[in-house]
């Protein structure tokens, strides 16, 4: 797709969100002329939803397959499905297998459309109405909406495929494909300016407008700026993105964290006590996912990631993205010591006992009850591999899944998905490699920060139930301890596919992915063996996208390197 021009034609259908209850009502607009568009607040509002629509998400993108099975978190039970391509050789320019670079500049055009056509219009018609200034105060605040949703946009292309074009202004199709590429330093800057210029200016909480009265939790406010302006900033002093090694860009990226986890204070946020409740269908009304949930990607009503990922076996499953032993392997016993040590306590025929708590509430194991059925995952079981589809790992994924009910086809089992875009437990981790790579130390406080990487750390360990990291480690075992703390706090949300790139570390990684064996014996007792499921491929052009081809050369786009 060319960076063409979105032209407002009343034959642009746009994508339907349903609403969540008295939460942002994601509705079905059609883009008419601009005439149309100017005659009333809500139409303009009606473009806004339309940005929305193109903000990512992955509740099975790859016709079920999510990112977390290209990495080695997951791996999917339908063999040659478009995942593999990212590790079989297959992933190219002419297959390059994403969706972000027409929903990212499609979502730009709108921005840029909102901004530079319906930024200035006239409502004083409107003057008599009663609620005629909240109006107007929420029509001014939707231009800070597209300034974040375009930077947003940027960050998608930035993190794919890192040097892109910078169009900050509408403009016609002709000028839009001679757009030159500019360095990911010049698209990091823009966020991070973007954000900075909004931040004291958007909503920080939709109920203060008065009219309507709701918390519009899915719109943008002042900690999803402060939220993107943050994790831009660790990406960019990332060594994918930090050519030059420039020490300063994690000290800024810590700021930037420290910023937003003192305004979440001041705005009464903090860790929810329930960590399964953040990734529930209600987390949208439930106050103590909300407590911590920043940002939410909203999705209609539908049952599509239960029948992707209900333990095949159940009715209308499909098995889906299953948990690794990597994963598995990487959660701690309680006593906060890894299960590869000795001292530990791990028993490996009763694998599942005394384990972090995360375990539980993202990994779905044999002998589980969900919900009325005993899961079967040992050999010759219902749940098994040895059903078409059952889980090669012998494990199920439960983080998002709605397991408390039976998927019918006639959709009556339908409901909200958010996907967790930003939360704060995601920045206390951020912060901590921010920290840790500004002071080469899990103990040193960053300049005009105020705590260490480890006491940012042990704030997730604690909500978890797990024991403070060590208080001796040298660099490089700290990293490797973050480096397991993010995998398992985060994972299934997003961040391990791009983690793994960002920090130059995934053929470290990715090339061996593991799975557990499980053997029922004659007296009922089950036998655990882990081992290798498969050997996959890297190749350090991975690393990014590959720009598509027919863009690259219409557009003369330099192609990204390997490809």
């Known amino acids: 797709m060319k960076l063409r021009n979105i032209l407002l034609v009343s034959t642009a259908a746009l994508l339907t969100f349903s609403s969540c209850s008295d939460e942002m009502n994601y509705k079905e607009y059609n883009v008419y002329e601009e005439d149309y568009i100017k005659a009333t607040f809500g139409r303009v509002g009606g473009l806004m939803t339309r940005i929305y629509n193109d903000l990512d998400y992955d509740f099975g993108n790859y016709s079920g397959a999510m990112l977390s099975s290209a990495t080695d978190e997951s791996v999917y039970s339908h063999p040659g499905n478009a995942i593999e391509d990212f590790y079989n050789g297959a992933w190219g320019p002419t297959d390059d297998l994403n969706k972000n670079w027409k929903n990212a500049w499609d979502g730009i055009s709108y921005c840029n459309a909102v901004l530079d056509r319906f930024g200035n219009v006239d409502w004083s018609q409107y003057q008599l109405d009663i609620h005629y200034s909240d109006e107007v105060r929420q029509y001014k605040n939707y231009m800070y909406e597209a300034r974040w949703a375009r930077a947003y946009f940027y960050f998608e292309l930035v993190r794919d495929y890192k040097n892109v074009p910078l169009k900050t202004r509408d403009m016609n199709a002709a000028e839009a494909n001679k757009l030159p590429q500019v360095p990911s330093d010049s698209i990091f800057k823009f966020i991070d300016d973007e954000c900075a210029a909004i931040k004291d200016s958007i909503f920080e909480d939709y109920t203060a407008i008065g009219y309507p009265a709701q918390s519009e939790t899915g719109r943008a406010n002042k900690l999803a700026v402060m939220a993107l302006r943050a994790r831009a ?315 598509p081809q027919k863009d690259a050369l219409n557009c003369g786009y330099k192609q990204n390197p390997g490809y």
């Open 233 to 547: 900033a660790l990406y960019h002093a990332s060594p994918l993105y930090n050519d030059k090694n420039d020490q300063s860009l994690w000290v800024d990226a810590a700021k930037r964290c420290q910023e937003l986890i003192t305004e979440a204070r001041t705005e009464g946020k903090g860790l929810s006590a329930n960590y399964a409740a953040m990734f529930a269908s209600d987390s949208w009304s439930n106050a103590n996912a909300q407590k911590e949930i920043i940002f939410g990607r909203r999705t209609a009503a539908n049952n599509s990631f239960e029948k992707y990922n209900f333990p095949i076996g159940l009715e209308n499953a499909g098995g889906g993205n299953c948990p690794t032993q990597n994963l598995v392997d990487a959660f701690e016993m309680k006593n906060g010591k890894s299960i590869d040590d000795p001292t530990s306590g791990y028993d490996p025929q009763n694998p599942y006992a005394n384990r972090d708590s995360r375990l539980a509430s993202i990994v779905a194991v044999n002998g589980e009850i969900w919900p009325n059925d005993t899961l079967a995952t040992y050999v010759g079981g219902a749940n098994s591999s040895s059903t078409t589809y059952g889980t090669p790992t012998s494990y199920y994924l439960k983080k998002y899944v709605n397991k408390g009910t039976i998927i019918k086809n006639t959709g009556a089992s339908s409901f909200y998905h958010i996907w967790v875009t930003f939360r704060l437990g995601e920045f206390y981790l951020d912060y901590a490699e921010a920290a840790l790579n500004a002071t080469k130390s899990g103990y040193a406080v960053p300049e005009g920060c105020s705590m260490t990487a480890a006491q940012a750390i042990n704030m997730i360990r604690k909500r978890a139930g797990q024991p403070d990291i060590a208080t001796d480690l040298s660099f490089d075992a700290f990293k490797k301890k973050y480096e397991n703390e993010r995998f398992v706090e985060l994972a299934f949300e997003g961040h391990r596919f791009y983690d793994l790139r960002r920090w130059k570390e995934a053929p470290d990684y990715l090339k061996t992915i593991r799975k557990m064996t499980i053997t029922k014996n004659a007296d009922g007792t089950m036998n655990y063996a882990p081992g290798v499921l498969e050997t996959r491929q890297w190749n350090d052009a991975w690393y990014l996208f590959p720009l």
